[in-house]
């Protein structure tokens, strides 16, 4: 089986597929000025993108890593959160703070799915 790369870079793919798994990167925010509502709406749109380029969707989420620059942010972050992800396909999570490698990025998101 052979892997798949989506979106390559020097430094990073978006989107790698194996054996019907489908690995996404950090998504990140693109405007920073947005509270953390805003940057999650953001990164969550990212997400469903991918996911359809890769032939999967948030129903199929298999783990999500959630990166907060300040935990006190995961009131916001649910927010969008709870109204992006589908009823009953709710996927096991983990949500942390960590120091992200740009100051002015609140959230950054790592996805496994499985293809349909």
Same mark, same amino acid.
């Given at each position: 089986?052979?892997? &798949?790369? +989506?979106?390559?870079?020097? #430094? %990073?793919?978006?989107? /790698?597929?194996?054996?019907? *798994?489908?690995? $996404?990167?950090? @998504?990140?925010?693109?405007?920073?000025?947005?509270?953390?509502?805003?940057?999650?709406? &953001?990164? +969550?749109?990212?997400?469903? #993108? %991918?996911?359809?380029? /890769?032939?999967?969707?948030? *129903?199929?989420? $298999?783990?999500? @890593?959630?990166?907060?620059?300040?935990?006190?942010?995961?009131?916001?972050?649910?927010?969008?959160?709870?109204?992006?992800?589908?009823?009953?396909?709710?996927?096991?999570?983990?949500?942390?703070?960590?120091? $992200?490698?740009?100051?002015?990025?609140?959230?950054?998101?790592?996805?496994?799915?499985?293809?349909?």
């Amino acid at each position: 089986m052979s892997i &798949q790369r +989506l979106h390559v870079g020097p #430094r %990073l793919s978006e989107t /790698a597929i194996f054996n019907r *798994t489908v690995y $996404l990167a950090g @998504q990140i925010p693109d405007d920073v000025s947005q509270d953390i509502v805003g940057q999650t709406e &953001q990164v +969550l749109a990212h997400v469903d #993108r %991918l996911l359809a380029e /890769a032939g999967s969707d948030k *129903t199929q989420i $298999l783990m999500c @890593q959630i990166f907060l620059t300040d935990i006190n942010d995961i009131g916001g972050m649910n927010q969008a959160w709870d109204a992006w992800v589908a009823a009953g396909h709710t996927p096991p999570r983990a949500t942390v703070q960590a120091a $992200l490698a740009n100051a002015a990025w609140r959230i950054e998101v790592v996805v496994t799915a499985a293809q349909k």
